[in-house]
């Protein structure tokens, strides 16, 4: 069974159980049984309150979701109790165990709240990360209401029929939602899609027709339920006072916690005898006829209910709550760890036992890489490690991962049912390229598209997923407005890279620049919220002859990528370092008889079908047309800029880049113009305005020096 992810932010707000149970104790309303019963309501409709305003989505998506979160904070706040009782912390919740629940300190109740604390809280993350991904998590509902349910069904009459009967305060009517709401959760968990079963109708019918010799897992698990149901019935008459000797020698030589008259063992082993011991019957009649579809559902309920069951029950007969005539005698652990351990395996095993082979999700290693405007196969297949399971009912599920705890769909399949989502419509659809093939297309490349995309099989009852890296070819460059260096947030940074046919660089991006030569002394912003630099000559005014680069991008005398870590990214103020990819039209150079201001720039370019261009498309047709001009143009940010793929004295000096000229004044200073041209517009004639062409000029032929303004393949 595949865990989901853990839900962070239904974490975080459970612990904040910690202070809050701390400064409880220190209020004198709470010494009051009325006090603690009042304030218990009262932080649980705050709690409710508060989970709603953030998970508001996720709660109309599926309503269990406040549900779980609620009880994580309750299993924090049950895990503070046993650890007070047991002396390894103090402080905390001494006023709920004094006044709201004394029962709590007896070993059982200690025990429950181990169980509640630490399984229990990790099956609540799990289950609201598999929410907040639209994932199944019925497996896991079904196990966890299995083992809710027994823990009620054995506590709540402990407290009613054992010496704890008298102290039972007005608290005692908080467990009655602990009852009904998982009875209203279970209906809805078992209401989810039913798994598969991990056998087609041909594959049950063969299995009917074999006997049990020749299916040797279902002969032991049919053993060991047999034992197991004697040892259910054995000792529900040992609490019932069964006469024989053997019952005698059992409850005082082997189990005399079983006597104990806090009552909860006694109700234990009666549940055990009237619930799990039918069910014992049931499982063994579908594992002699294969085919019974509610064993699977049922398997994982009983599972959860022994799990807890024995684990309270061994924990409290040797806890030091529990009175030395009633724990379990030093010369008897060896046999009663064996058996009980036994006892809470066997359900676990046959539970799995009917489940589905593993999928596996089988992806291209490394990356794959594209451009702009391009079709690209996200590889990715799958098989089962059950060859005969059939691939009816398997959702293949692409998403991209745009933040460390955050995904965005991207497309699904079910079957016949397919859906793209948000950009990804009429561009995503399935390869198709037979059985097991997950393998997603992706047409008309976007700068945005760049990026991890994680892709999911699962049948409900298993899943895997594997992970793609689409890369693009293109080139960084490091951009300010006009405002001047250090004057944009992250967001502006975000909206100023857009404007300019950009998208803020990556991490690696940036990285992989710097090793191909980009020089640059001005921090700038990254796609992942860090601030960095590339320095290939290190020099004083760029941190040092001596200074450090980032992991993996050296430093010292051979300079580095500079790393300023991850900054306030609505306060601290960088440049941006953006990238871009493939132009899908053309930038060519308008030189005009005259030259212009930046007023004239717009409307020369409008004479020839185009647009002034950003510098983002400069970069691009100077990487990837390879446009060299040596003459300044405007672009539509005000800028003068011009490039060059092959250096010359005269242009600027012997590196290839794209030159700056800053924003000269707009009004005053002359230049030519740089256009871009939309793919589908004709060919500008010749006239009265001079043009140049992308591809005009051309390398020079031999290695290139690095540059402060460097091409970048990714």
């Not at 707009?666 to 006239?687: E, H, I, K, N, T």
Request: charged share 15%.
């Amino acid at each position: 069974m595949d865990i989901p992810p853990l839900a962070g932010k239904i974490a975080v707000l459970s612990l904040g159980a910690l202070p809050l149970s701390f400064a409880l104790n220190y209020v004198s309303v709470l010494s009051y049984p009325l006090g603690v019963v009042l304030m218990s309501t009262l932080i649980l409709g705050l709690l409710s309150l508060a989970i709603y305003s953030l998970s508001r989505s996720d709660i109309y998506y599926d309503p269990l979701y406040a549900v779980f979160a609620v009880f994580a904070f309750t299993s924090v706040v049950d895990l503070l109790i046993a650890l007070q009782e047991d002396g390894y912390m103090a402080g905390f919740m001494a006023f709920y165990t004094k006044e709201g629940e004394p029962y709590l300190r007896t070993a059982h109740g200690v025990f429950i709240c181990y169980w509640d604390g630490i399984v229990h809280y990790l099956l609540y993350l799990a289950m609201t990360g598999a929410i907040r991904k639209r994932k199944s998590y019925r497996n896991l509902g079904l196990y966890w209401l299995g083992s809710f349910i027994m823990s009620i069904l054995v506590f709540l009459p402990g407290n009613i029929l054992g010496k704890y009967s008298s102290e039972i305060r007005p608290t005692f009517f908080l467990t009655v939602p602990f009852v009904l709401v998982p009875c209203w959760a279970g209906l809805r968990v078992f209401s989810q899609t039913q798994v598969p079963t991990c056998c087609t109708p041909n594959m049950v019918e063969e299995a009917q027709r074999k006997g049990l010799l020749r299916r040797p897992v279902d002969l032991a698990l049919i053993i060991y339920l047999i034992f197991a149901a004697f040892f259910t019935l054995f000792r529900g008459l040992v609490v019932l006072d069964c006469p024989m000797d053997a019952c005698f020698v059992y409850i005082y030589q082997y189990e005399p916690y079983l006597r104990d008259p806090v009552s909860y063992p006694k109700v234990q082993m009666l549940v055990n005898m009237f619930y799990v011991l039918p069910f014992y019957g049931l499982a063994i009649y579908a594992l002699i006829f294969p085919g019974c579809s509610w064993l699977p559902d049922w398997a994982l309920v009983f599972a959860g209910a022994i799990g807890q069951a024995q684990f309270s029950h061994m924990g409290a007969s040797m806890h030091l709550r529990t009175p030395f005539t009633y724990r379990v005698p030093e010369d008897a652990w060896t046999s009663f760890f064996v058996c009980n351990l036994l006892y809470a395996l066997g359900p676990h095993l046959l539970a799995f036992q009917g489940e589905s082979g593993s999928v596996v999700v089988q992806t291209a290693p490394g990356q794959v890489v594209s451009h702009r405007g391009g079709t690209i196969v996200l590889p990715c297949r799958y098989h089962y490690e059950a060859a005969t399971h059939g691939h009816d009912g398997v959702r293949l599920k692409w998403t991209k991962v745009v933040d460390p705890l955050a995904f965005a769909d991207v497309f699904v399949a079910l079957g016949p049912q397919h859906r793209a989502f948000g950009s990804y419509r009429g561009r995503a659809e399935l390869q198709g390229d037979g059985p097991g093939d997950a393998s997603l297309v992706l047409r008309n490349v976007t700068l945005q598209d760049y990026g991890r995309y994680e892709c999911e099989v699962t049948n409900e009852l298993e899943d895997d997923t594997g992970m793609v890296k689409l890369d693009l070819e293109g080139v960084v460059f490091p951009y300010h407005p006009r405002g001047g260096r250090y004057k944009l947030t992250f967001a502006e940074a975000q909206r100023a890279c857009a404007e300019q046919d950009g998208i803020l660089a990556s991490a690696e991006q940036l990285h992989a620049a710097w090793r191909d030569g980009l020089d640059w002394c001005n921090a700038g912003w990254l796609r992942d919220g860090s601030v960095q630099y590339p320095v290939s000559q290190p020099r004083e005014p760029c941190g040092g002859l001596g200074g450090t680069g980032s992991a993996g991008a050296g430093g010292g005398a051979s300079g580095g990528v500079r790393n300023y870590g991850y900054r306030h990214n609505a306060e601290e103020r960088y440049d941006a370092f953006c990238f871009t990819s493939n132009l899908p039209g053309r930038v060519f150079f308008l030189k005009p008889l005259r030259p212009v201001p930046f007023s004239g720039a717009a409307r020369a370019c409008a004479a020839r079908g185009a647009a002034v261009a950003k510098v983002g498309q400069l970069f691009a047709a100077w990487k990837l047309q390879l446009l060299d001009r040596c003459a300044a143009g405007w672009l539509a940010d005000g800028s003068a800029r011009y490039p060059i793929v092959n250096p010359r004295s005269r242009c600027g000096g012997r590196r290839p880049g794209v030159r700056s000229l800053g924003f000269p004044d707009a009004s005053r200073r002359l230049f030519g113009v740089y256009c871009y041209r939309a793919p589908g517009a004709p060919d500008p004639a010749p006239g009265g305005w001079g043009w140049g062409w992308a591809g005009g000029g051309g390398w020079a032929g031999g290695a290139r020096d690095p540059a402060a303004w460097t091409p970048l393949r990714v």
